[in-house]
Nanobody
Framework: QVQLVESGGGLVQAGRSLRLSCAAS????????MGWYRQAPGKQRELVAA???????NYADSVKGRFTISRDNAKNTVFLQMNSLKPEDTAVYYC??????????????????WGQGTQVTVSS
């Protein structure tokens, strides 16, 4: 199986920064797109940022200029640097990845995986 393990969440004052990390592990052959989503209480889960294996990025309008997504392909890890945090950024942040895993030698399967989520709370 494949696991995505997030870290780096916490409580921070408005205007400060946090950096989230998410590492994929398991019988991984390759990792394609990776991304971060968030879900605030009473709201739908929304895309925050995504990055392809080639490094192309996409951001939600609400975080452009403040958040930066990056990845370390050698370590199957994606990062989210969050600067100038606002109270409205408060949410559970989830890592997401399209992973090609080796099921048995010579047979691979691509599937989408989610991390368990990490809480980010921004106080005013």
């Amino acid at each position: 199986q494949v696991q995505l393990v997030e870290s780096g969440g916490g409580l921070v004052q408005a205007g400060r920064s946090l950096r989230l990390s998410c590492a994929a592990s398991g019988r991984i052959f390759s990792v394609n797109a990776m991304g971060w989503y968030r879900q605030a209480p009473g709201k739908q889960r929304e895309l925050v940022a995504a990055i392809t294996s080639g490094g192309s990025t996409n951001y939600a309008d609400s975080v452009k200029g403040r958040f930066t997504i990056s990845r370390d392909n050698a370590k199957n890890t994606v990062f989210l640097q969050m600067n100038s945090l606002k109270p409205e950024d408060t949410a559970v942040y989830y890592c997401n990845a399209d992973v090609v895993r080796t099921v048995i030698p010579g047979f691979r399967q691509e599937a989408n995986y989610w991390g368990q989520g990490t809480q980010v709370t921004v106080s005013s």
